[in-house]
């Protein structure tokens, strides 16, 4: 049927039917053939080669990984009161006590006040492992794509909106259990009350237990926003065969 067509069309053009080599006319129809039945050499590349579960699937992987290696190395002695990143200083409120202190060389009881925040910080952070992979198993196919083609710290932020209010609520109590063990701090909290009547300090700043836990918080978030960058910078280094393969494919885009 094809060579009657192009046979027809060939004589409606006026050219002498002698003219045809059928055999070569038959050859480039098988050609014509093959060619159109080989697969297509145009594979699809990057991030458009996964499904949207196996976005999800890898961002879980890293996201998981990231979380609890941000819990460990904060957990740790040292996790916050070594690391000037996360280490949580003095309330403004007292740095003129501190002053004060170092002059007549009592600067010691600064230095153990400091070391309690930040030890009490520690022995909060484990209770933040179990919330964060919760949030990891509850993303979406919706969450997962817009964290991977997101800012550097998407997932972060998606942590902090999932979990921050919660982890609040896990932490504060651990922490003022160990802050009643450290006189200073009663006195603070004390000095705090009477400046909030006073209109001299703000009352986010009069609880000790309060300044402590949003500075864990912000450590803990500061961390784990270390990881992701660093998954996304080297993805060969994620946790989880399809996750380095969708964070090497996003990375070359």
């Known amino acids: 049927m094809i060579r009657g067509a192009l046979l027809l069309g060939m004589l409606t053009l006026g050219m002498p039917a002698a003219a045809f080599n059928l055999d070569d006319l038959k050859s480039k129809?098988?050609?014509l053939k093959q060619s159109s039945s080989a697969p297509s050499s145009s594979q699809p590349t990057g991030l458009d080669a996964f499904s949207p579960q196996q976005h999800a699937e890898s961002l879980k992987q890293a996201l998981t990984?990231?979380?609890?290696?941000?819990?460990?190395?904060l957990a740790r002695v040292d996790g916050y009161l070594g690391n000037p990143k996360v280490r949580i200083p003095l309330p403004e409120n007292l740095k003129k006590v501190d002053s004060a202190l170092r002059k007549v060389g009592m600067g010691k009881y600064a230095d153990e006040?400091?070391?309690?925040?930040?030890?009490?910080?520690?022995?909060?952070?484990?209770?933040?492992?179990?919330l964060l992979i919760t949030a990891v198993k509850n993303m979406t196919v919706n969450d997962a794509k817009d964290i991977l083609l997101g800012n550097d710290?998407?997932?972060t932020q998606y942590f902090r909106r999932n979990t921050e209010t919660a982890l609040d609520a896990k932490f504060k109590p651990i922490v003022g259990r160990s802050m009643q063990k450290v006189r200073l701090?009663?006195?603070?909290n004390r000095f705090a009350d009477k400046g909030v009547k006073l209109g001299l300090v703000?009352?986010?700043?009069?609880?000790?237990?309060?300044?402590?836990?949003?500075?864990?918080l912000d450590g803990l978030y500061l961390m784990i926003a270390e990881q992701e960058k660093e998954i996304r910078a080297h993805p060969l280094q994620a946790t989880g065969a399809l996750a380095k393969k969708i964070f090497s494919a996003l990375r070359g885009q």
């Open 29 to 31: 129809i098988d050609g």
């Open 113 to 130: 006040f400091i070391t309690s925040m930040n030890r009490s910080a520690e022995a909060a952070v484990p209770e933040a492992k179990a």
């Open 153 to 155: 710290d998407a997932a």
């Open 185 to 188: 701090a009663q006195a603070y």
């Open 202 to 216: 703000k009352e986010k700043d009069a609880h000790l237990d309060d300044y402590i836990t949003s500075k864990a």
């Open 65 to 73: 990984q990231g979380a609890e290696t941000a819990v460990k190395d």
